[in-house]
């Protein structure tokens, strides 16, 4: 129902920098206070549907995305947060369809998931080495 | 009456779907990616199909300095086939490729 | 009083292995959870340590069942890193691929819910006509199931004019079949029985959980990748979205054949209005900075790749979405309030795919133990 240049508009004050790639795309990064915020005027707005979270590990930080579908446009809002405590606040209850996502984020990148209802692991298997991330870059080979 | 009684007897009368394999064949079409064949004489040994084999399954044999494919690995997508300069490998039909002895899963 | 009934990892129902875990009273499920990771190969992971050309057959590898869904994504992403265009003909191309695997996955889903329900000869029936498809896709691709004919930058192989004849006359015929499929789906008692007014999945909650595919078109929600973010030739063709209000399992079916139908409709347009030109364009294995997203719908969903590159050959990171791993939380919905027997059918109403949702990992492991029944204690049952 948005076109890339209204959702540059719904979201511009609560991020810092936004790059319209296209009709279709646009990315934007954001800081930890201001995300929620961004969420909740996109969800007035009527965006219901989040495609999914990526997390990346960057070398010195780590960049997690979230990627909200506005129909036609795709918004992936970045949150950069430090390797030593990354940490974020949960989504789960602007978006439920969020909490298997963050419990992949938790469990592959150690983010840690503030608020989260069902902190459990998703994929890995319960004897996993406790602090051992698979999507790290220094996570063995 | 069940609703798909009328296919089921039509069905009766009609010729089996399956074939009986392996005493009636069917042939793969023109262009099917079957078992890779290397022809030893047109090979300039540029290895280029070892840098595009996605999974790594050609290997040098050390006797006749030619590529050989190793089949249990192959993945039969045909990119050295594509690669090859002077079409010495090409996708054969064959692919009825299942055997006892380890030496013959390969194609040199 | 509740007890919990374990299902799986080795399935009774499905061929993949998935473990859920059913909280019943009676005969009644009040809770619902499920835990993933029994087919984890890693694939994320080792899409980082290849090349771009080399990962394309390791996506194509994440499903077999839509490999031709997963390679579009990847190979679209890729080409929007690199910022190069795809000629017309290979869009189209990819277009006719896409389609006839939308039209063997359905037909595959549509037998096992057949199956699944225990109506057999239907389940015989529907795959009996995936294979006239199966044919189409071998002849133009080379292979039955894993295609490999999408490639960085355009297709490998030509739909060659001799065969347009073929896949029309195949088209008429699946299009008879379906028909009378769906006359059989909607009216057939049995049918009706297991189906109807089960693993109702309400708007709402498709909407919240954020599901996609069929499983939300089937509660209402008008959701296609295709017609909201057209990719490749889907922009020049026109096709109706299906969409059921009911949330069913009996809507999901209903969903899927008429799929069927639009997909024959999409894919007689594509190879009538095929464009004449060049098959591939030129790329360089190594891509700048730059990141990108891909969006197929695949035939179970929405399918998101996301990826980054960082000037190397390989890339620095890839992330998959695939359509079941967004759909399970809609699970809980449609077991909660329904009976044991429901089950079967509506978890193979999703048309989950696990080996799918679980990629993302290093190992592969039994559960140590679970909170309700270790996996010693399940050795110890089984002995």
């Known amino acids: ?141 | 009456m069940p609703r798909i009684l009328p296919q089921v007897l039509r069905n009766l009368f009609r010729r089996p779907a399956t074939v009986k394999y392996p005493y009636v064949r069917v042939e793969p079409p023109e262009g099917y990616r079957g078992r890779p064949s290397i022809d030893k004489e047109r090979c300039i040994r540029c290895w280029l199909c070892i840098r595009t084999c996605p999974v790594r399954a050609i290997t040098v044999n050390k006797e006749t300095k030619k590529p050989s494919i190793w089949l249990g690995r192959c993945v039969f997508c045909g990119e050295c086939a594509e690669a090859c300069p002077t079409r010495a490998i090409i996708m054969t039909r064959e692919f009825e490729l299942a055997t006892y002895d380890i030496q013959q899963a390969k194609s040199e | 009083m509740t007890f919990v009934v374990p299902i799986g990892p080795q399935h009774p129902a499905l061929k993949e292995p998935e473990y859920f875990r059913f909280e019943v009273k009676g005969e009644e499920i009040v809770d619902f959870d499920v835990r993933l990771g029994y087919v984890h190969r890693g694939i994320e992971r080792a899409l980082q340590e290849r090349s771009y050309l080399h990962n394309i057959y390791l996506s194509e590898r994440i499903c077999g069942i839509c490999n031709v869904a997963h390679t579009t994504a990847y190979c679209q992403t890729i080409e929007q890193l690199a910022g190069i265009e795809v000629p017309d003909r290979a869009r189209f191309i990819r277009t006719i691929l896409c389609e006839l695997e939308r039209i063997h996955s359905h037909m595959l889903w549509a037998g096992i819910a057949a199956h699944e329900i225990g109506f057999d000869t239907l389940f015989m029936l529907f795959w009996r006509d995936r294979e006239l498809v199966l044919d189409l896709k071998e002849m133009i691709s080379g292979n039955r199931q894993t295609s490999a004919s999408n490639t960085l930058g355009g297709v490998r192989r030509d739909v060659k004019p001799e065969y347009v004849p073929k896949i029309l006359r195949t088209l008429e015929k699946l299009e008879k079949a379906t028909e009378q499929y769906i006359n059989i789906c909607t009216s057939d008692r049995t049918i009706l029985a297991r189906c109807a007014g089960i693993g109702v999945l309400p708007k709402d909650d498709a909407k919240k959980l954020c599901a996609v595919g069929p499983t939300t078109r089937a509660s209402g929600v008008d959701i296609d990748i295709r017609r909201d973010d057209p990719y490749d030739a889907y922009g020049q063709i026109s096709f109706d979205v299906i969409t059921e209000p009911d949330g069913d399992v009996l809507a999901k079916v209903i969903v899927r054949l008429r799929e069927i139908l639009e997909s024959i409709h999409i894919t007689r347009q594509a190879v009538k209005a095929l464009p004449k030109g060049p098959l591939r364009a030129k790329i360089t294995p190594k891509i700048e900075p730059n990141e990108a997203i891909g969006r197929v719908e695949a035939p179970r969903g929405e399918l998101l790749y996301y990826a980054i590159s960082n000037g190397t050959d390989k890339p620095e990171r890839v992330r998959v979405r695939t359509p079941t791993y967004a759909n399970i939380p809609s699970f809980k919905p449609m077991f909660v309030g329904g009976t044991v027997a429901e089950i079967p059918i509506v978890l193979a109403s999703i048309d989950p795919c696990f080996a799918c949702t679980d990629r993302v990992a290093l190992v592969d492991s039994h559960t140590g133990k679970t909170r309700v029944l270790s996996f010693k204690e399940l050795r110890r049952w089984k002995g």
């Open chain 1, 1 to 141: 129902m948005m076109k890339a240049n209204e959702v540059a508009e719904v979201i511009k004050e609560y991020v810092d920098e936004i790059k319209i790639e296209n009709v279709r795309r646009v990315f934007a990064t954001t800081d930890e206070e201001r995300c929620r915020a961004a969420m909740l005027a996109l969800k007035q707005r009527d965006v219901q549907h989040l495609s999914t979270i990526s997390g990346v590990d960057r070398g010195d930080a780590i960049t997690v995305v979230y990627h909200l579908d506005c129909r036609p446009a795709l918004l992936s809002l970045k949150l950069n947060l430090p390797k030593s405590t990354p940490k974020v606040q949960t989504i789960t209850d602007i978006f439920p369809g969020a909490i298997l996502y963050e419990r992949d984020l938790m469990e592959m990148l150690g983010v840690k998931v503030e608020g989260h209802p069902d902190p459990r692991r998703l994929f890995l298997a319960d004897d996993w080495p406790a602090g051992v991330y698979p999507l790290r870059k220094e996570a063995k080979k």
